[in-house]
């Protein structure tokens, strides 16, 4: 299999879609993509859009993505890059795509001088821990994530 990624483009935005769906179902909770295609057009790639996206490719078939932007840490004075998606469609999984898009993020990490990568994996996703453990990355469980989103973003904003 030849593996190879490029940057990922409007045209990209259905097939995006349809990956983030998939891994919604894997991740037990596609009621919550509530996005369009459309959606992921017009803010993924808009104008406006800090976010940067991969598609990753086999022979021509696209078989995964990834959706990145940068943060910034305090600590380090510097930025990063926050990885939000990396998706492999399950039949290509176990042939080092999953790694080739890292990979390639990581590099643009060091080009671009960023002091992390980072992201989150769920805490039942085995597979994918023990991948981001078998390419040095380690867990922070010191820090837990929380979220302000729905009704309760809307409510919290209006007081």
Same mark, same amino acid.
């Given at each position: 299999? $030849?593996? %190879? #990624?490029?940057?990922?483009?409007?045209?990209?935005?259905?097939?995006?879609?349809?990956?983030? @769906?998939?891994?919604?179902?894997?991740?037990?909770?596609?009621?919550?993509?509530?996005? %369009? /295609?459309?959606?992921?057009?017009?803010?993924? +790639?808009?104008?406006? $859009?800090k976010t940067e996206a991969l #598609?990753?490719?086999?022979?021509?078939?696209?078989?995964?993505?990834?959706?990145?932007?940068?943060?910034?840490?305090?600590?380090?004075?510097?930025?990063?890059?926050?990885l939000e998606d990396l998706y492999? $469609? /399950?039949?290509?999984?176990?042939?080092?795509?999953?790694?080739?898009?890292?990979?390639?993020?990581?590099? !643009?990490?060091?080009? &671009?001088?960023?002091?992390? =990568?980072?992201?989150?994996?769920?805490?039942?996703?085995?597979?994918? #821990?023990? +991948?981001? !453990?078998?390419?040095?990355?380690? /867990?922070q469980s010191e820090w837990v994530? @929380? &979220? =302000?989103?729905?009704?309760? !973003?809307?409510?919290?904003?209006?007081?």
């Open positions: 299999m $030849s593996i %190879s #990624i490029r940057e990922a483009r409007p045209a990209d935005a259905e097939v995006i879609y349809n990956m983030i @769906y998939e891994l919604a179902v894997y991740e037990k909770a596609p009621q919550e993509v509530v996005t %369009s /295609p459309q959606e992921i057009r017009e803010t993924l +790639f808009g104008a406006q $859009s #598609i990753c490719e086999a022979d021509g078939v696209t078989i995964g993505y990834a959706v990145f932007f940068t943060s910034y840490s305090t600590w380090l004075g510097r930025n990063g890059i926050y492999v $469609s /399950p039949d290509a999984r176990g042939q080092g795509a999953g790694k080739a898009l890292i990979k390639h993020i990581a590099r !643009l990490a060091v080009q &671009r001088k960023c002091g992390r =990568l980072e992201w989150s994996v769920l805490d039942w996703n085995q597979p994918a #821990i023990d +991948f981001y !453990l078998s390419i040095g990355a380690l /867990p994530r @929380y &979220r =302000l989103d729905g009704e309760a !973003l809307l409510n919290f904003a209006e007081r």
